[in-house]
């Protein structure tokens, strides 16, 4: 790892800020009214920071020593810690057997980095870029029903959640349904690569997207550190960019009813949005799936429709992935290029080639099964006992996965806080952009980028979301380093 | 309690509520995602309906029925709870045992009354009137050291505590030292007195402030919850004052602190700001009794000087409520007129004649020990018995304490919510107004209240602040019921 500490684009402070001072062991922590465990990054950091070479031999540092790099560490932590809980920057406490059930009660501030993510400008802009070339892609595609119908038609038979869907889907084409006000709320997620040295796609989420409200939050927890110890850290808040993510995403909303309630009086639904809806588990009955045809049926507008849905299945993902399926609907060369530049190696399991590579090197592959909600992708000896379990059968099962090239970012070791402690790890880093598009008939209303997410995720787990305990929610810091990203654009 | 229902001015709305729809008999509570028990209050209310003279007999309700005003309150408290949990209207869980300890975990709503509390418009204007008179008044007898002095000067022989902060206060009369930006935030007291239908204070503070910051927070609490339900219960989320505590205090220190530098250059140590100190156990050895000194040996802003500190204290509360004190310092007789009218009985228990009555009738008076903080005060039976003992040792201990006349306000049955769980119970409430004062030699900079805080209490408590788990936060709700508090203007 240490060669990687001065390069890697996603890397956090901690490691950095050592080379900032001079040599010296480290001090005590201070003592504070709230006793925190020095953290362990700190002691790391200090021995980094004896062997940096970046540090001026035998000067003895200008500002913040050693202690004093450790007690404002230590006091961010505590300073972070209170923000988030007089910030709302709060969740469940899994520890707690009433939260969960008891709103208000057994709650502690959401795990975060200390310290926001490294991120070049470049691929800062890369990705903003792409938000609205995704949300337009996903308009275009909804309004091919028979594609839609047709590049699930095998996912169908083995998935019966999906086969579901595509019912709902049917009736509608049926008898002709159109939507003329139609409402996206999405969020492409994405790593950065550190064998190709670019920003690719892990997947385009297109109903219930999560963590707009947390992610703008965690975004004003890091520029207020740096507000107060940015001058101290070397840091310069300003390179945090804005997340405006949950009043966007508001404001869409506000927008959809605002543009239906223009054209029609009286008091009915004009807006249905999905809180839930995306699981097998959120339809435990037929009364279920009736009240989400029956939305389906209503004039109201679906955030998301049943094609938005749809359109954010991975099976459509690896369909779009394929040679000449961008051009059947979009028009714009530039954009197809963009969007194909950040798409990573997607393949069906009919492709028995690639289904060969992957037995032979699982590390190289992703396999991911066809529905949503994460935790269930499979890696490694896993994958490859999958595939030659499903080699063997033979059958539509196939149908159900799709194999995804492996994408390796680049870790770093981050400063994570967690239960209101401190400790240190290897992480990747996940950029989600969010997206708000909004069009009545020929008039598109809103169609732009609408803040971002970074989830920071220990490199050891494989996957995880914020959720499920492996990640923490984390910022932006916008570099200056783009040359290694300039590499890629002839990718 | 019955009678008062409909009168007492404090009373909350849950009583009300019933009298706006018709009869009929509660319906099951609507299941809920969250399991939140059927508040008893709601079952009561039902009760409490079906007496109600005001509802017309044999007719339907034309807004919500039994059953939907149950489902509106359930869901009311489950909003309010997930409200405080984003908004950081949260406090440490006591059950946490690392609540407390490390900051951002362990956290609970703060509890809270799930509606504000009713108040005639005329009592509340009374009380903000009296905020920039009662800055004033400290502000006055802060610079009358010799008064100081010789009315604190029996308690010193009791009250080692109050002795120290006279020793820091002599000495800085001895070296003539002057302050010349003064600033001051405090916080006075109030109850409405039942039996003289007053506005009656309990005291005044003037150091360490609490709850500038959850006071303003419920308060917007009840103006979402009432913008959003005040049509279904009848009531008007503009009745609820406006509350800036916590930016209004924010506010003043930043304008102390620019008044400072205004006149200095360089990097110096300009506003202190005592968030401690109150308390004998805020000073576990000298080393904080000689930081206190070299504070107020410096030229920075105390806030509060040792002046303005010792002004709070309940000995001189009591003297400046004996006749011709308050005239030694304020000139504008309407002023004194206010003040005087808003003080209840105050006496030192020198006075003998009326120890023999707190003797006799023990249930009219309570009994204060000179120190600061709740949780002290002797009623009743201990009352009496302490005056006993007291008398009895006819030393100097009796200036340890002062008798106050006891106030009572009327008590109402009152929504609480506490833990995610609505129970219902009689209650009492008190209101603090908030006043900020900051002046820089004969220049008056500000001068003005800053907002409010009502705590509502469970009546069964004598005694209690919300931090020690007898009281609720609580909000204000401004009502017409005027011709009550006009009995008082002659009294």
Known sequence: MSSCIHHCPSHHYQVRLPHRAGAGSLGPPRPAAASFALPSCLRRAARARAMSAEAPPGVAPAEPGPSATAAVLSEMVEDA??????????VGDRDNPRSGTVPGVGLVHAPFSLLPARLPTSVWKQALELAPIFNELVDRVSLDGEFLQEALSRTKQVD???????????????VNKKEDIRLGLHRSDYMLDSETNSLLQIELNTISISFPGLGSLVSE??????????????????????????SQFADALARAWSEYNNDRDGRIVSVVYFRAGYAPNDYPSEAEWRARLLMEQSSAIKCPSISYHLVGTKKIQQELAKPNVLERFLDNKEDIAKLRKSFAGLWSLDNEEIVKSAIEKPELFVLKPQREGGGNNIYGHDLRDTLVKLQKEQGESLAAYILMQRIFPKASLTPLVRGGVCFEDLTISELGIFGGYLRNKDRVIMNNPCGYLMRTKVSSSNEGGVATGFAVLDSVYLTDEVAEFQLTTDY
Chains 1, 2 share one sequence.
């Open 81 to 90: 810690a209170v923000w988030c809980a007089v910030h709302g920057l709060v």
């Open 160 to 174: 019966d959640f999906t086969a579901r869907l595509l019912e709902i889907h049917q009736k509608m084409m049926a």
């Open 221 to 246: 927890l890091h520029r207020n550190l740096l507000i107060q110890y940015g001058k101290v850290l070397g840091l310069d808040s300003e390179r945090i960019p804005r997340n405006w993510a949950a």
